[in-house]
Structures are given as C-alpha cells and as structure tokens.
C-alpha cells in the first residue's frame, strides 16, 4: 500500500515498515542543499525561479527550495523555521558590501571569497569571568518576530497532511554557541582549566535556547512532527571532549531541554551531531533523543553501520549516512546509486531508517549526484527491500 510522505515518516518514528525509506532533504541547514547544486537541479528541471535562502540569509549559503524542487528530489518532509529578529536582518540588510553577516549573538560570518563565508567574529573570545558575562549584550529570546509566524506556516502543512513536519529553531546547540561566542580553541581550553566559567557560560545559553524553544512549541508544538537539536560533539576520528566532561557539563543540558521539549509537544526529538559519536549514542537514548543525525559514515566507529543497527535497532531512528566527504563530491551517479542501495540494506532493515545526507549537500556536489541518490531510494528504498 503506498503511504502519504507523512504517514510514511511516522511508521519510522514508531518502529513500524513504512512501503519505502524516507528521505530528509532541503528542511534545515543541517539536511539542506547549498545553492550551487540547488541552482544545478534547477537548470536539470528547466525551472526558472528566484534564489531563496534559509532564514533569508545568502552568506549561510543553503538554499530555501520552492516546491517543484522539493517533489523532484521526494522530500517526505517540510520545514518550519524561526527567524532571527527584525533588526538583525535591518542591520545586515544595510551593512556595507563584503562586511561580516552580525547575528544576534554577535557572531559573525565573514566573507573568505566569492560567496564563501566563514564563521570567524567572535564576541567573547578573551572573556574569562562570570562578571564578563553579566555585562555581555545576550539576544531577547522573547521577541515575538521569532516565532509569531510558525504557527501558520505549520499549520497549513498540517493540514493538508501530506508531509512530516521537521520544525527547527536555530541552533538550540549549547556547545556550539559556547564555541561560537569564543572560538573552539578558546573555550576547549575554558573546559579544562576553569570548568566553573564553561559551564556559567553553558547554562546561560542553555537558558536562552530553552526560552526560545518555549516560544517556538508554544506556537505550533500541538502540530510538528519533529523537531530539531542537537550539538557538534565528534571529530573524524573520535570525540571533541571526552565522554565523561560530556555527561558532567553538556548531558544535563542537553536533557533539560529535551524534557522541556516532551512537556510541549508529542513531537520526536532529532538530535544532530557530527563526527564519530558512537560511545555517546547510549547517553542520547537515555535522556530522551529520538532520532539521531547525520550518521557520519567518514568518521571513526560511526561507519560501522552494521554495529550500530544491531546495538541500537528500535531504540533510536537512524537519519543520514550517505557520505558528503566522497561518494556525493567525487563519486560517479552509479557509485552514488550503489552506495545508497548499501546503506538502506543496513539501516534501513525492518524499519528505523530515513535517508539523508551527512549534513548539508555541499557545493561540491553535483545535481546530477543530489538526482542519482533520491532516484536510488525510488529504485531500492522500497519494502521489502532488495538485497
């Protein structure tokens, strides 16, 4: 029987067979598609339309796609965004040509070369005393331009019932934003020395983004189907931090938001965390995560995809894995094919699988690989699944 894309995505949600894999694509920044591929699929579909960007934001590079593109590519998703507030995008709108993109947490975006941009201004990078953070400018997470627009947005989807839902309030990421206010080698070093100061700054923000996610679910959480988090925990080969300074400093963090979650909403919790994260994927289970994002297979234990089915088979929906970092930049549409066909016979096994890319589909990639990999899923995605 086939499935609508939403019914589709909830049979996964719940363990159940859906009649093919889901595919997540073009809905986040963190499963999106930048605008030189996007700009390649649109040239393939003969469309003619305006360049839209996520968060109507061009120096982040990833594309808003309309419609047409997004059945193209068969996205059983669509998405629903907060915004930063209106004197952010005044500001950037007016900002001089080539200068640093402000966001409201005073990190900045700075132009590297033609529309490549870098997140390189940091705020706080010399700050070492909770009196600095006392002083600092922190954003109003209850300006109502935030969130006021959700509730439509959502709302019309919802009711035409035909896709999922992935609602994602921007980077409600602890450690990220830590990073982001001070730089990575900065606040790695505040980790370790003055553990005090770290985790003063962690809750901070923790507290911002929870105010911010309370607004957000306030406004649409009775109609979402997913909604999105997460932090950058791992590298190619291992973690950033160990695991025990993760379940002291960043765990309980990360498990007060997700119960902060779960008392607003029904929806399931998409956790997205790069790099090799296997000796944490227990702990992600235990404070409440329900589908884990974006399986780096380049990365350490991550691409041991087979130990991962069997450890965490119907305990956690898997989300990602077609690598970014080879196959899609450098494979052929084949290989490409061949690759999606692998992961879906491993994860996608008796359900708990939705395919997308690990992260954002970069401008390396070509269309012709973005259309090759969505045709794979049409072609092998479907169950029973072909060996």
Same mark, same amino acid.
């Given at each position: 029987? #086939?499935?609508?894309?939403?019914?589709?995505?909830?049979?996964? *949600?719940?363990?159940?067979? @859906?009649?093919?894999?889901?595919?997540?694509?073009?809905?986040?920044?963190?499963?999106?598609?930048?605008?030189?591929?996007?700009?390649?699929?649109?040239?393939?579909?003969?469309?003619? &339309?305006?360049?839209?960007?996520?968060?109507?934001?061009?120096?982040?590079? &990833?594309?808003? $796609?309309?419609?047409?593109?997004?059945?193209?590519?068969?996205?059983?998703?669509?998405?629903?965004?907060?915004?930063?507030?209106?004197?952010?995008?005044?500001?950037?709108?007016?900002?001089? @040509?080539?200068? $640093?993109?402000?966001?409201?947490?005073?990190?900045?975006?700075?132009?590297?070369?033609?529309?490549?941009?870098? $997140?390189?201004?940091?705020?706080?990078?010399?700050?070492? %005393?909770?009196?600095?953070?006392?002083?600092?400018?922190?954003?109003?997470?209850?300006? &109502?331009?935030?969130?006021?627009?959700?509730?439509?947005?959502?709302?019309?989807?919802?009711?035409?019932?035909?896709?999922?839902?992935?609602? %994602?309030?921007?980077?409600?990421?602890?450690?990220?934003?830590?990073?982001?206010?001070?730089?990575?080698?900065?606040? *790695?070093?505040? /980790?370790?020395?003055?553990?005090?100061?770290?985790?003063?700054?962690?809750?901070?923000?923790?507290?911002?983004?929870? %105010?911010?996610?309370?607004?957000?679910?306030?406004?649409?959480?009775?109609?979402?189907?997913?909604?999105?988090?997460?932090?950058?925990?791992? #590298? =190619?080969?291992?973690?950033?931090? &160990?695991?025990?300074?993760?379940?002291?400093?960043?765990? @309980?963090?990360?498990?007060?938001?997700?119960?902060?979650?779960? =008392?607003? #909403?029904?929806?399931?919790?998409?956790?997205?965390?790069?790099?090799?994260?296997?000796?944490?994927?227990?702990?992600?289970?235990?404070?409440?995560?329900?589908?884990?994002?974006?399986?780096?297979?380049?990365?350490?234990? /991550?691409?041991?995809?087979?130990?991962?089915?069997?450890?965490?088979?119907?305990?956690?929906?898997?989300?990602?894995?077609?690598?970014?970092?080879?196959?899609? $930049?450098?494979?052929?549409?084949?290989?490409?094919?061949?690759?999606?066909?692998?992961?879906?016979?491993?994860?996608?096994?008796?359900?708990?699988? /939705?395919?997308?890319?690990?992260?954002?589909?970069?401008?390396?990639?070509?269309?012709?690989?973005?259309?090759?990999?969505?045709?794979?899923?049409?072609?092998?995605?479907?169950?029973?699944?072909?060996?």
């Amino acid at each position: 029987m #086939t499935m609508t894309s939403r019914e589709r995505v909830q049979a996964v *949600l719940h363990y159940e067979i @859906p009649d093919r894999v889901p595919i997540i694509i073009g809905v986040s920044n963190a499963t999106g598609i930048k605008i030189k591929p996007y700009r390649g699929i649109k040239k393939i579909l003969g469309i003619e &339309s305006e360049d839209r960007y996520l968060y109507d934001w061009p120096e982040l590079g &990833s594309a808003l $796609p309309d419609e047409t593109v997004m059945e193209r590519l068969r996205s059983d998703v669509r998405g629903v965004l907060d915004r930063f507030p209106k004197d952010v995008y005044d500001r950037n709108q007016s900002r001089p @040509p080539h200068s $640093p993109f402000i966001d409201d947490w005073g990190n900045g975006q700075m132009e590297i070369g033609p529309d490549n941009w870098y $997140p390189g201004v940091h705020p706080l990078p010399d700050a070492k %005393t909770v009196e600095e953070l006392d002083y600092f400018p922190w954003p109003n997470m209850d300006d &109502s331009f935030r969130t006021v627009h959700v509730r439509d947005q959502a709302l019309k989807i919802h009711q035409e019932n035909q896709y999922a839902i992935l609602a %994602t309030p921007w980077l409600m990421f602890p450690f990220e934003r830590a990073i982001g206010l001070q730089g990575m080698e900065k606040f *790695l070093f505040n /980790m370790a020395s003055d553990q005090d100061f770290a985790q003063e700054m962690l809750k901070r923000i923790n507290k911002l983004c929870m %105010t911010n996610m309370g607004h957000f679910l306030d406004q649409c959480g009775d109609v979402i189907d997913i909604i999105k988090i997460g932090d950058d925990l791992g #590298t =190619q080969e291992n973690l950033m931090i &160990s695991p025990r300074m993760y379940r002291k400093m960043l765990k @309980p963090l990360h498990a007060e938001m997700i119960a902060l979650i779960k =008392q607003k #909403t029904k929806a399931k919790v998409f956790f997205h965390t790069d790099g090799d994260v296997f000796n944490l994927v227990e702990d992600f289970i235990e404070i409440g995560v329900d589908i884990l994002n974006p399986i780096q297979t380049s990365a350490g234990k /991550m691409s041991n995809l087979e130990e991962l089915k069997k450890q965490y088979d119907k305990r956690i929906v898997f989300c990602g894995a077609i690598d970014t970092q080879k196959i899609l $930049p450098h494979g052929s549409p084949e290989e490409v094919k061949q690759e999606v066909r692998r992961v879906i016979n491993i994860l996608g096994q008796g359900g708990g699988y /939705m395919l997308a890319t690990v992260h954002t589909v970069m401008n390396e990639v070509s269309a012709e690989n973005v259309l090759a990999m969505v045709d794979a899923v049409e072609e092998y995605g479907y169950y029973p699944l072909k060996a």
